[in-house]
């Protein structure tokens, strides 16, 4: 079954920006045999991913990803079914992101900013309006 999964963390301090290249470039190997798809945003402070493909895989995926030590306070935000596909032929998108970028740069509406306030406390959240809300990070 198609589904999705969205979660928070923190990040450890003891990440460095070369260990997001680590990352991304292991996400990016690993995903495509897995036919994962995503997105990760990423601040000093703040991780949020956005995973989606088969529910045994992903969750397969969240157990790793609990326990990588570049972050803590995983919290699992929204999990569910999907229909389609988000991010079909990324294996992991990526993109950092600041309070100003949210602000500024991001077209977002009122609503959109009470969501990501939501999702960057962890909160639970429905699917399709953090898929919505992450496809506007990655299009504008």
């Not at 450890?12 to 690993?30: D, F, G, N, W, Y």
């Not at 570049?70 to 929204?78: C, G, Y």
Request: glycine share 4%; with cysteine; aromatic share 8%.
């Amino acid at each position: 079954m198609l589904s999705q999964l969205v979660y928070v963390s923190n990040r450890q301090v003891t990440c460095p920006e070369a260990e997001i290249e680590k990352i991304l470039a292991s996400c990016r190997k690993k995903n495509a045999s897995l036919d994962i798809t995503g997105v990760l945003l990423y601040s000093p402070t703040r991780f949020i991913q956005y995973l989606e493909g088969d529910a045994k895989e992903i969750l397969r995926l969240y157990d790793r990803i609990k326990t990588d030590p570049r972050h803590r306070q995983v919290r699992l935000v929204s999990y569910g079914s999907i229909q389609n596909r988000a991010f079909p032929s990324w294996q992991m998108a990526t993109k950092e992101i600041s309070q100003i970028e949210l602000t500024f740069r991001t077209n977002v509406s009122s609503p959109d900013r009470q969501t990501f306030k939501r999702l960057l406390s962890g909160q639970e959240q429905s699917g399709s309006q953090v898929q919505l809300l992450l496809k506007k990070f990655f299009t504008s």
